[in-house]
């Protein structure tokens, strides 16, 4: 319990540090299906950031276009906001539930076997 208690506080402190530090950014997303265009301006510890491209997406699902941008704020190093990733956050949810449902049908398998074994 206390593991998951400081995991939680330090998530929330690194997400109210990233927000304070990048608090002079303005950014600008427009995804028409067709183009997608990222414009990113204001200072980061204390330097003008100027960024704006335009990308072809008519080839890229949802998925990929979540990474492309992902990959975009990672590159100017500032993080994305939680929003812009619809697609990569139910990916990453539905990997995690699937590999509960993994572990947890093994914890299962495992207990059902020992208790056959030891009542045999």
């Not at 540090?17 to 950014?27: D, K, M, P, R, V």
């Not at 204390?46 to 941008?69: C, M, P, S, W």
Request: net charge positive; charged share 15%; hydrophobic share 45%.
């Amino acid at each position: 319990m206390k593991y998951r208690l400081v995991v939680a506080l330090l998530s929330i402190h690194m997400i109210t540090w990233a927000q304070s530090s990048y608090s002079s950014l303005q950014t600008r997303i427009v995804d028409d299906g067709n183009r997608l265009l990222i414009q990113i301006d204001g200072h980061r510890y204390g330097q003008e950031l100027h960024y704006k491209r335009a990308f072809a997406i008519t080839d890229l699902n949802g998925l990929q276009v979540d990474l492309l941008k992902y990959q975009v704020f990672a590159s100017q190093h500032i993080p994305l906001p939680i929003h812009e990733m619809k697609s990569l956050l139910a990916t990453v949810c539905i990997a995690f539930i699937l590999v509960v449902i993994g572990i947890s049908y093994t914890i299962r398998h495992y207990q059902i076997r020992k208790t056959r074994l030891t009542t045999a």
